[in-house]
């Protein structure tokens, strides 16, 4: 059994099922987490990443603005 970072509800899975970097989804909360390191144990969202994934994107549109000028 494995506890959410998020909400802290038990998810029904066992820790040796995991390796590290497998994805899951919290029934409780419906978080995405994936598993960043399984000794100790330790469980990642994916939502925050997400967030950091869409500052990105407005840095890639700058660039098509700059290769217009060219
Ligand atoms: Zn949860």
Not at 12 to 17: K, R
């Given at each position: 059994m494995v506890t959410c970072p998020e909400c802290d509800a038990e998810i029904?899975?066992?820790?040796?099922?995991l390796d590290e970097g497998d994805t899951l989804t919290c029934d409780d909360c419906g978080a995405d987490l994936r598993?960043?390191?399984?000794?100790p144990f330790e469980l990642e969202s994916l939502d925050e990443e997400e967030e950091e994934e869409d500052f990105l994107d407005e840095d890639e549109d700058d660039d098509e603005e700059e290769e217009d000028w060219k």
């Open positions: 029904d899975v066992e820790e040796t099922d598993v960043v390191s399984v000794d």
